[in-house]
């Protein structure tokens, strides 16, 4: 069956890619690589990123020495009361939280 010419100039532009995927790459002789104008370029993005973490490192030492770590371990009910801790209100005796609807609960025993 013969071919159209769309199906030849496919075939000779395969052809052709083949033939320039097997050349070898050569840079030109005047060239150095890229060592030369290379810098330091993310010198802002460096401060900022020190500056965050020394932030984040005072907010958490701040927090373990000023902070309960029972209200974030232990559930809240709808009156800030934690359950099953002395921390704001004697709750030991209800250390479980009752959900009553998707947001709210009461601390029960």
């Known amino acids: 069956m013969p071919r ?22 050569v840079a030109p002789p005047d060239w150095n690589g890229p060592i030369e104008s290379r810098g330091c370029t ?16 005072y907010i958490g030492i701040y927090a373990i020495a000023e902070g309960d770590y029972r209200i974030i371990v232990n559930p809240l009910d709808y009156d800030g009361n934690v359950c099953g801790t002395d921390f704001a209100r004697d709750m ?8 009553i609807n998707s947001f709210t609960g009461v601390c029960v025993k």
């Open 4 to 25: 159209n010419k769309d199906e030849d100039d496919d075939a000779e532009n395969e052809e052709l890619m083949d033939e320039e995927a097997r050349e070898k790459l």
């Open 42 to 57: 993310d010198l802002f993005c460096f401060f900022l990123l020190v500056v965050s973490w020394l932030g984040m490192s």
């Open 92 to 99: 030991n005796d209800f250390p479980n939280l009752l959900y």
